[in-house]
């Protein structure tokens, strides 16, 4: 059983596989749901047919057992007597009818059940902060459900009221653990310091019949547990369970029974000759478990999100609103992966469909290269071909230097800052110093503090060359070690060495060593949360002017690929770049997921980069998305949370998205997509009055981002020229277009599944 420990250990919850199990009975009341095959449930001696979806709840002290022949799956829920007791003691004095296998019952009653029987499961799972509050609402609001639907009252006893004193809890618990003792109402009196008198009337106003009464009921509980599924003697089981002796045990029996305990253990008795009772909680790792109930909630219709209709907005392109610009970077990997023929396609194609202004790559200054000298002609010409390629396309290279690479270096007293410098003048032969001082430099590793020196050398030397390079460090993914960052900055800063810009790598889950299953709205807002400390840090140290790079960033957490968001989320990543844009702040992404893989070495795990290409010229949602906000122009602006506008020439753009942080384990569950859809009324003014070419771009899970399928052909490493080029030309968003004469204000109604960016384009047509 998976055990809500963290609740009350006498709550459970767990997926199980049923063949066979001998009758028993349990102190709480369980409910088994069917999530998939056929059992059979004996319960006093009726038999009841389970199918898919069917639910019954088995009443505590009612004798049953369940058997099963084919392949099946039960979601089952276990609250013990302790539990009912200490939340709802009014429950101990029911019985419930509640088989959804009965002629004429309300479905929507099971429906609510099953309802909250999955998302209580799907709590347990993913334990997110509070979850188990969560948990404790949902299941009082079960029992609620239960009590005014299903409750059928067999005793002839008042009606109990719900126990609110804590006096009487403890005593209830008190008598849990020791009926079998010899326990009298006068004892328990002298334990509390009140009078037996008193005790005797609180505690029937409190739980509805005597003490006595009360006592008798929780021993014959135990001794019918006893009398079926062992054989103990009628006698020791009188006496194991509290009774002074069998005449006494036997009439209380009776009197609640009808029967003598004898006659109740003959009809009710194991049935020993048949297959040891099995049952089992299922073994699946979590992915497959989540996977099955997902499944489960998704085709029976049991999601709790609906659609969200958005109140009218008025879009006004002559209001003036602060404008925003996205300065874009195109990362590589390595310097040598410009040789590459389709890197080079890539490079160009991205550049101009999405203008790009810098290129981010490493190893320039590798080993090789260090050593490089006049006389490496062949070497020599690859690096400049690279360059030349680079310059071709207006781009200013921004070049790491890891120096970790470096540090065993130091120890043999190699010139480390004159083997640069000596690339440098190679290459001044061939560009202008004022083009190679456009360069930005960019030092990271985990050694930097101890090469602080390195980089103060480095930068005299090209100073005193004539070149003035932009420097920038890499900072801490782990934002926790933020005041080591300040104490290396200050350094820096001390060495008189001006800070052009610091990088930042943004990585939700490697934030303080969170879990892959934190709470999902942990995300909302992280990226702009982190610029926001480090230019905290900066202005604090007086770096005013110091520019931040994201040289990587993603929207959700988890190494799995369930986990990194297979699944679509264009949305999320333009409301990432809205929320964080900045005049002094870069974005770069990764050019294809080869050389992210590449670089940094998470083979397997490549859908966690933020790249453009997925596969040789196969794009990913990332690349349209930025095509979308190409078109709009240098600048736009942000009307609400979900749409930005934009205006250039006679052309006018409305960007309109559904963001939805939903837990990234929902990514298994292929039809969540489908909900969540938000819809906006949007009446837009301020436009020209004229004909206008509309096109409506759609950027959804099944227009540009066919992930699933396409993941099932990479594995085929033979595809040939012909698949490709059909995959290109079938992965990509949705556009219509239509003509219109505007002579006023205009109206349109933009539905928007989860996750999905839609682009208005109104051209006017002269």
């Not at 930068?459 to 782990?478: P, Y």
């Not at 879990?515 to 942990?522: I, M, P, R, S």
């Not at 349209?624 to 749409?643: H, M, R, T, Y």
Request: charged share 25%.
């Amino acid at each position: 059983m998976g055990n809500i420990d963290q609740l009350h250990k006498s709550l459970r919850i767990s997926l199980q596989k049923i063949k066979d199990t001998t009758s028993h009975v349990h102190h709480g009341i369980e409910i088994l749901l069917v999530i998939k095959g056929n059992v059979c449930v004996d319960c006093l001696g009726r038999t009841y047919k389970l199918g898919s979806n069917d639910l019954i709840l088995i009443n505590r002290g009612h004798v049953h057992s369940l058997t099963s022949q084919t392949d099946n799956l039960i979601l089952s829920l276990y609250m013990d007597y302790d539990f009912l007791s200490e939340n709802f003691n009014q429950a101990l004095s029911y019985t419930f009818i509640c088989n959804s296998t009965l002629e004429d019952v309300d479905e929507s009653k099971f429906q609510f059940i099953r309802k909250l029987m999955t998302q209580i499961m799907l709590l347990d799972y993913k334990k997110e902060i509070g979850y188990n509050l969560l948990i404790k609402s949902k299941i009082y609001k079960l029992l609620y459900h239960i009590v005014t639907n299903f409750k059928y009252q067999i005793n002839n006893i008042d009606q109990p009221k719900e126990v609110t004193d804590e006096r009487i809890k403890r005593i209830l618990h008190y008598i849990s653990n020791n009926y079998m003792n010899n326990i009298t109402l006068g004892h328990i009196a002298e334990r509390e310091y009140i009078s037996i008198h008193y005790l005797s009337r609180l505690f029937k106003s409190q739980v509805g019949i005597n003490f006595q009464d009360y006592l008798s009921q929780i021993r014959l509980e135990k001794a019918v547990e006893l009398l079926i599924k062992s054989h103990i003697p009628i006698n020791k089981i009188a006496l194991k369970c509290g009774f002074p002796n069998i005449q006494s045990f036997n009439r209380e029996f009776k009197r609640k029974f009808n029967e003598n305990p004898s006659e109740y253990r003959n009809k009710n008795k194991l049935q020993t000759d048949k297959e040891k009772a099995e049952i089992h909680d299922i073994q699946l790792d979590k992915e497959q478990k989540l996977s099955v109930v997902l499944d489960y909630i998704m085709s029976n219709d049991l999601m709790d999100e609906k659609d969200v209709v958005d109140p009218p907005l008025d879009i006004d392109f002559n209001k003036k609103l602060e404008e925003k610009r996205l300065n874009k970077i195109i990362r590589i990997g390595g310097f040598d992966d410009l040789l590459n023929k389709i890197t080079q396609v890539q490079i160009k194609e991205a550049v101009k469909e999405l203008n790009f202004q810098y290129i981010y790559f490493t190893d320039l200054f590798n080993q090789t290269n260090l050593n490089i000298h006049a006389d490496s002609l062949y070497r020599l010409d690859e690096i400049i071909s690279s360059l030349n390629l680079i310059i071709s396309l207006n781009l200013i290279p921004i070049v790491e230097i890891n120096l970790n690479d470096y540090i065993h270096k130091l120890e043999i007293n190699q010139n480390i800052s004159g083997m640069i410098l000596n690339i440098f003048n190679l290459l001044k032969r061939h560009y202008s110093t004022e083009y190679l001082s456009s360069w930005h430099l960019v030092f990271r590793g985990t050694s930097l503090h101890k090469a602080v020196g390195i980089v103060e050398e480095l930068v005299n030397e090209l100073n005193n060359s004539g070149f003035n390079n932009k420097i920038g460090i890499t900072l801490s993914k782990n934002l926790n070690q933020i005041e080591e960052d300040g104490k290396l900055i200050a350094e820096i800063k001390e060495k008189n060495i001006q800070l052009g810009f610091v990088c930042l790598e943004s990585s939700p889950d490697e934030e303080d060593g969170k879990a892959e299953y934190v709470d999902h709205h942990y995300y909302e807002g992280y990226l702009k949360n982190q610029i926001k400390r480090v230019r905290r840090l900066l202005n604090d140290r007086g770096l005013y002017k110091t520019k931040i790079i994201i040289t990587n960033f993603n929207t959700l957490a988890g190494s799995g690929l369930e986990l990194a968001g297979t699944f679509f989320r264009a949305a999320l990543i333009l409301d990432t770049i809205v929320n964080s844009t900045d005049k002094d702040v870069s974005f770069s992404f990764w050019l294809s997921n080869k050389s992210y893989e590449k670089h940094t070495k998470h083979d397997g795990n490549h859908l966690r980069a933020l790249s453009l290409y997925l596969f040789q010229l196969i794009k990913r949602p990332v690349y349209f998305l930025l095509k979308f906000l190409n078109k709009c122009g240098a600048e736009f602006k942000q009307v609400s949370d979900n749409i930005i506008i934009a205006n250039k020439d006679k052309s006018y753009y409305i960007l309109a998205f559904n963001p939805y942080y939903y837990n990234p384990l929902y990514s298994l569950a292929e039809n969540y997509i489908s909900i969540n859809r938000r819809n906006m009324e949007l009446t837009i003014k301020g436009l020209k009055k004229g004909e206008y070419l509309i096109k409506k771009h759609t950027l959804d899970k099944h227009k540009g981002g066919k992930f699933e399928a396409l993941l099932s052909l990479m594995s085929m490493t033979h595809l040939d020229k012909e698949t490709l080029d059909f995959i290109e030309r079938s992965n990509i968003p949705d556009m219509k277009i239509s003509k219109q004469e505007i002579k006023g204000e205009f109206k349109i109604t933009a539905s928007i599944s989860s996750n999905a960016v839609v682009l208005y384009e109104f051209i006017k047509m002269d």
